[in-house]
T-cell receptor, first 115, second 110 residues
Framework: NAGVTQTPKFRVLKTGQSMTLLCAQD?????MYWYRQDPGMGLRLIHY???????AKGEVPDGYNVSRLKKQNFLLGLESAAPSQTSVYFC??????????????FGPGTRLTVL | GQQVMQIPQYQHVQEGEDFTTYCNSS?????IQWYKQRPGGHPVFLIQ?????EVKKQKRLTFQFGEAKKNSSLHITATQTTDVGTYFC??????????FGKGTTLSVSS
């Protein structure tokens, strides 16, 4: 099992450019999440999905879009990147969102810099 | 909205000293989870507490869940350099997404 994988690992964008971050999991998990981590801010939830074809907003959704066309994949899109989106992005998945089965498994992260 | 607060934000100890981080919620939680993130790494699940007053141990780590299910603590006995990293608590109410605290970063000098 590869667990949760993320591509790319690093990326540098110019302001206004767009990109998509890909997250894949091979654990047959229903729930998937996108977080951003900034110094001193902990992990902040951007968007999440409770199943194929569903998405929901988290704490900091503005400037991001997501799609979950396949159960194993969760894509995070930045349509017009801004320097404030410079961050480390983590994807995570869990079997469900219910207590006892909501342990989250994280990918290795994507370090994004927007100039 | 629901908030999960952690203190302290940073802690430096000498190897062999004990370490404790505290987690407090503004609302009653259905469960609390603890994660560890090594420098340059990703968060890794350590443990989940579900019951009021629950205490669990993993070798030198002791986790507690408060009686009111609004607070939790992680205590490390006799720290080692391998304990370095950021420890996050995360909690939720039933049916809501996990909310992570901002973490406590532990540094250990030998």
């Amino acid at each position: 099992n590869a667990g949760v994988t993320q591509t790319p690992k690093f990326r540098v964008l110019k302001t206004g450019q767009s990109m998509t971050l890909l997250c894949a999991q091979d654990m047959n998990h229903e729930y998937m999440y996108w977080y951003r981590q900034d110094p001193g801010m902990g992990l902040r939830l951007i968007h999440y999905s409770v199943g194929e074809g569903t998405t929901a907003k988290g704490e900091v959704p503005d400037g991001y879009n997501v799609s979950r066309l396949k159960k194993q994949n969760f894509l995070l899109g930045l349509e017009s990147a801004a320097p404030s989106q410079t961050s480390v992005y983590f994807c995570a998945s869990s079997y469900t969102g219910l207590p006892g089965t909501d342990t989250q498994y994280f990918g290795p992260g994507t370090r994004l810099t927007v100039l | 909205g629901q908030q999960v607060m952690q203190i302290p934000q940073y802690q430096h100890v000498q190897e062999g000293e004990d370490f404790t981080t505290y987690c407090n919620s503004s609302t009653t939680l259905s469960n609390i989870q603890w994660y560890k993130q090594r420098p340059g790494g990703h968060p890794v699940f350590l443990i989940q507490l579900v019951k009021s007053g629950e205490v669990k141990k993993q070798k030198r780590l002791t986790f507690q869940f408060g009686e009111a299910k609004k607070n939790s603590s992680l205590h490390i006995t006799a720290t080692q350099t391998t304990d370095v990293g950021t420890y996050f608590c995360a909690g939720n109410q039933a049916g809501t997404a996990l909310i992570f605290g901002k973490g406590t970063t532990l540094s250990v000098s030998s």
